[in-house]
């Protein structure tokens, strides 16, 4: 079980048997940073997946729709946590992802990061 997951129960516990919901906050912060570790290495595994596919036969690879989103969601997690380095990773897969002939994958707007 992942580090954060873990701590994130017991800060569960701690404001369950204290009757203090100030632990939860952190609980969501540790939540939020696991899952966008977990968006960045599936939204990898799917793009893996896609690269072996297009090397066997270009014609029919197909990229996955939810990859894009998954990497999207962790920008904004990671944005939220104030943690750099994961927006960073976030935003760079799909910039540098190669596709097929004449296409490109495109990141929608980070409105996240207007304000």
């Known amino acids: 079980m992942d580090e954060r ?3 994130a129960g017991l800060l569960y516990e701690r404001a369950v048997f204290t009757g ?15 899952e966008a570790d ?4 599936r939204g990898r595994l799917m793009h893996a997946r896609f ?3 297009r ?19 962790a920008a904004r997690l990671y944005h939220a946590l104030g943690d750099a380095r994961g927006e960073a990773e ?6 540098v992802s190669i596709r097929s002939p004449g296409t490109t994958t495109l990141l929608r707007s980070p409105s996240w990061s207007s304000h």
């Open 5 to 7: 997951v873990r701590r």
């Open 20 to 34: 203090d919901a100030g632990p939860l906050a952190e609980a969501d912060r540790e939540l939020d940073a696991a």
């Open 38 to 41: 977990l968006a960045v290495a």
């Open 51 to 53: 690269l072996l596919r």
């Open 55 to 73: 090397d066997q036969d270009p014609a029919a690879a197909e990229e996955d729709p939810g990859e894009l989103p998954l990497f999207e969601r």
């Open 90 to 95: 976030a935003l760079f897969w799909p910039a």
